[in-house]
């Protein structure tokens, strides 16, 4: 079945930079968008990004443009997310979620606590 | 960027009632050539990801209960819990697909 384990999450100063990854099985990778949303503490979903299958589509929110960077590595059926300038307003659960035809899958989440 | 409005911020429904939701889109998320309203709900419980009910504006997702119903077209949509169950206590938030991705805010639904 379809499986999405964030990691990479910590502690990070304001300033600092953070690479995100999800390890994705289950699926044919290569086949499917894949997505970044984030959810800081006790507020709302966010979507941060997505990237097409071949790696070369990539869309961003305009909260987070020039700040951060999607990538995939298909080989590894990883995706990753690479957040530089990190603020205090970072500080969120970030997932990872693939969009299929009539379903989608989503990890279990990786916190982001940005604090000096 | 599309935007995403929600209305209630919160409700409480006694169990058995019903529980209606509204959504608005600053523009159409209605595709032309498909006439398909790309627009998805999804449901919240607390230390968990989202779980999606409906897609389309009004398909329910494989599994889902037949208590939970979409409508709308267009930029106005509604997600109605035609009887609420304890287990339904959750934020549930709209999201648009017709152009990148937009969540709504949440609606916060509890027991009255």
């Known amino acids: 079945q379809v499986h999405l384990v964030e990691s990479g999450g910590g502690l990070v100063k304001p300033g600092g930079s953070l690479r995100l990854s999800c390890a994705a099985s289950?699926?044919?990778?290569?086949?499917?968008?894949m997505s970044w949303i984030r959810q800081a503490p006790g507020k709302g979903l966010e979507w941060v990004s997505y990237?097409?299958?071949?790696?070369?589509?990539?869309y961003y929110a305009d909260s987070v443009k020039g700040r951060f960077t999607i990538s995939r590595d298909n080989a590894k059926n990883s995706l990753y997310l690479q957040i530089n300038s990190l603020r205090a307003e970072d500080t969120a659960v970030y997932y990872c979620?693939?969009?299929?035809?009539?379903?989608?899958?989503w990890g279990q989440g990786t916190l982001v606590t940005v604090s000096s | 960027d599309i935007v995403m409005t929600q209305s209630p911020d919160s409700l409480a429904v006694s169990l058995g009632e019903r529980a209606t939701i509204n959504c608005k889109s600053s523009?159409?998320?209605?595709?032309?050539?498909?006439?398909?309203?790309?627009l998805a709900w999804y449901q919240q419980k607390p230390g968990q990801p989202p779980k999606l009910l409906i897609y389309?504006?009004?398909t329910r997702e494989s599994g889902v209960p037949d208590r939970f119903s979409g409508s709308g077209s267009g930029t106005d949509f509604t997600l109605t819990i035609s009887s609420l169950q304890a287990e339904d206590v959750a934020v549930y938030y709209c999201?648009?697909?017709?152009?990148?991705?937009?969540f709504g805010p949440g609606t916060k639904v509890g027991i009255k």
């Open positions: 979620a693939v969009e299929m035809t009539t379903t989608d899958y």
């Open positions: 289950g699926f044919t990778f290569s086949d499917y968008y």
């Open positions: 990237i097409s299958g071949s790696g070369s589509n990539m």
């Open positions: 523009q159409s998320v209605l595709y032309s050539s498909n006439n398909k309203n790309y």
């Open positions: 389309w504006a009004s």
């Open positions: 999201q648009q697909y017709y152009s990148t991705r937009t």
